[in-house]
């Protein structure tokens, strides 16, 4: 069993900056694949971006490549997502989840390789 608890959310004018914390509580002490994802009134759950439990590998969807960054601290059984030059297409709920099964050899993108997700956190990018 896994929980995770999403923070930080809040409105922003586009160019600024948000940062959102997922903390982990449970089965902490095994290794899995930890990612965030979004999802915007209308349109499909979409993923952000994904680390290993090590944090020494990272995904990123290409949309937020250069923006965006992940990272997590396993001292504090938390994950991190740096979100920078925010856009109006940025506004969206934004959920942490665990993906704790299957091969840990990559990160997974998809919603349905994630079996654990928190309850999200709104995040409003204003033009």
């Known amino acids: 069993q896994v929980q995770l608890v999403e923070s930080g959310g809040g409105l922003v004018q586009a160019g600024g900056s948000l940062s959102l914390s997922c903390i982990v509580s449970?089965?902490?002490?095994?290794?899995?694949?930890l990612g965030w994802f979004r999802q915007a009134p209308g349109k499909e759950r979409e993923f952000v971006a994904g680390?290993?439990?090590?944090?020494?590998?990272?995904n990123y969807a290409d949309f937020v490549k250069g923006r965006f960054t992940i990272s997590k601290d396993n001292a504090k059984n938390t994950m991190y997502l740096q979100m920078n030059v925010l856009k109006p297409e940025d506004t969206a709920v934004y959920s942490c989840?665990?993906?704790?099964?299957?091969?840990?050899?990559?990160?997974?993108?998809?919603?349905?390789?994630?079996?654990?997700w928190g309850q999200g956190t709104q995040v409003t990018v204003s033009s």
């Open positions: 449970g089965r902490t002490f095994s290794r899995y694949v």
């Open positions: 680390i290993s439990w090590s944090g020494g590998r990272t």
């Open positions: 989840a665990a993906h704790t099964q299957g091969s840990s050899s990559y990160i997974a993108s998809n919603t349905y390789e994630y079996d654990y």
